[in-house]
């Protein structure tokens, strides 16, 4: 069981209804609810394969793909996966575990990991994670993730790792940080200090430029 359902009431299943619902009133509110999408279309060209790691209600996928992306979406909550089905078949919708993320045959230019998706990972399950989403990495692609640093920007009432111990997974299955912000609006990193960061990580040998991405 993971950090996320490990959260959530055993109940009827509605909390996937209450997720989209609450960025359907941010949205109307008129505030900006694509961030995670236009960061990683800075970063990779349209047509470029993107993978949604933990993907909720598919709200980034979704977005993505209206912008020209070829996208698959996966998750382990089918009350979530269900909403993004009912949305668009754009991200396919796996339902899948990321600890199982082998099964998924496929190659990706980008994977993007948003909602804070690698505090919610099983407790000591990270490093596996990572180096399986490396593996599906294409060359020149990118591991994108952003994530709470303290308990005000984590849905969970403890900060399960810190930023160095991220770093440090990524190093061990042959990444690096290529760039770091404070937001997903990309504002500069100065320090932990801010509570949220957004890391971008690529294959430690290969310094092609990321919009050189292919299909």
Do not use: K
Not at 17 to 40: K, P
Not at 158 to 171: H, I, K, M, N, Q
Not at 186 to 208: K, L, Q, T
């Amino acid at each position: 069981m993971n950090r996320w359902t490990a959260g959530q009431p055993t109940s009827d299943g509605s909390h996937g209804e209450r997720y989209a619902a609450r960025f359907a009133d941010l949205a109307a509110s008129g505030q900006d609810v694509h961030g995670e999408a236009a960061l990683c279309a800075s970063l990779v060209p349209p047509g470029a394969r993107v993978l949604d790691a933990g993907c909720g209600t598919g709200r980034v996928a979704i977005r993505l793909a209206e912008l020209g992306y070829d996208c698959v979406g996966i998750d382990s909550d089918d009350a979530m996966l269900a909403v993004a089905r009912r949305t668009s078949t754009a991200g396919g919708w796996p339902l899948l575990d990321l600890v199982d993320f082998a099964r998924l045959d496929a190659t990706f230019d980008l994977i993007v990991a948003a909602g804070n998706v690698m505090p919610l990972l099983a407790e000591g399950t990270e490093p596996a994670v990572i180096a399986g989403l490396t593996d599906r990495l294409r060359p020149a692609g990118l591991l994108v993730a952003g994530f709470g640093l303290d308990t005000s920007h984590l849905p969970i009432d403890e900060v399960p790792f810190s930023l160095p111990d991220y770093d440090g997974w990524c190093a061990d299955a042959g990444l690096v940080l290529r760039e770091r912000f404070a937001t997903w609006s990309a504002e500069p990193f100065v320090d932990s200090s801010g509570g949220y960061a957004v890391s971008i990580h690529g294959r430690a040998e290969d310094g092609a430029d990321p919009g050189d991405a292919s299909d």
